[in-house]
């Protein structure tokens, strides 16, 4: 078979390029194929209608950091907000107020008042604090506390409740009051299981409105971070 000589310069092409191929490092190698990924990954980002830089957490003070528009598990969209606030409000327990039932003597909420200006009750309905994000009760302490007020309200049938659920200042409104809501029933849902009666109990959430302290540190996170309780005492 005669070998024209184009076909000897693809040959020599095809060598070379082999060549080049093999003296190609690990590293190098490894190198395009992340780039390879990348590009990929953002492709797929791309097709699902998601565009734009990511950004990158290196740690946890990066994350606390970040705006709300940037965390994906709080809602901001207004479909949103309000599906939040209707699920907080639904959350709700008030006194009812039909005529003839037992509870139209009961004031509203301004009429109950903070168990710490009773010397006598300021060490029984102390507040109940939460994890971050979270409505678990957790701790000796929320039990040992939950089982005390429970105590005394079985003692005393005439004293009725607001459980005020709380959050600290991350987060979105609309969010952290159906969280809020949460925590206060949560508290309501233990004190029932520990004997007293649901109609001595109602809840309320004031979500990230009322922090009792305004630093922006763990430390004031966590004492946001809590159930608290207004009291009446009907004689």
Avoid at 105 to 115: A, R
Avoid at 148 to 168: F, L, Q, R
Wanted: hydrophobic share 30%; aromatic share 8%; glycine share 6%.
């Amino acid at each position: 078979m005669k070998i024209t000589k184009p076909l000897i310069i693809i040959n020599l092409l095809l060598i070379c390029l082999l060549m080049t191929g093999c003296c190609r490092s690990k590293d190098e190698v490894y190198d395009d194929t992340k780039t390879a990924s990348r590009h990929m990954k953002r492709g797929v980002k791309t097709l699902s209608g998601k565009q734009g830089d990511s950004r990158a957490v290196h740690c946890r003070e990066d994350f606390l950091t970040l705006n709300e528009d940037d965390l994906d598990f709080i809602p901001l969209y207004d479909e949103d907000n309000l599906q939040q606030i209707a699920m907080a409000d639904a959350q709700f327990r008030q006194p009812k107020e039909a005529p003839g039932d037992r509870h139209t003597s009961l004031p509203g909420i301004d009429g109950f008042v903070n168990p710490a200006t009773r010397p006598d009750l300021a060490d029984t309905f102390q507040n109940m604090n939460f994890p971050y994000n979270s409505n678990q009760i957790k701790g000796d302490k929320n039990l040992k506390t939950a089982r005390a007020i429970a105590k005394y309200m079985k003692k005393h049938p005439a004293t009725y409740v607001y459980v005020e659920g709380h959050c600290d200042e991350r987060g979105a409104e609309a969010y952290n009051l159906a969280l809020g809501a949460r925590r206060s029933n949560s508290v309501r849902s233990l004190l029932i299981q520990e004997g007293v009666s649901p109609d001595n109990i109602f809840t309320v959430s004031y979500g990230k409105e009322r922090p009792i302290d305004p630093g922006h540190d763990e430390n004031s996170w966590w004492k946001n971070r809590r159930a608290e309780f207004k009291i009446y005492e009907r004689y």
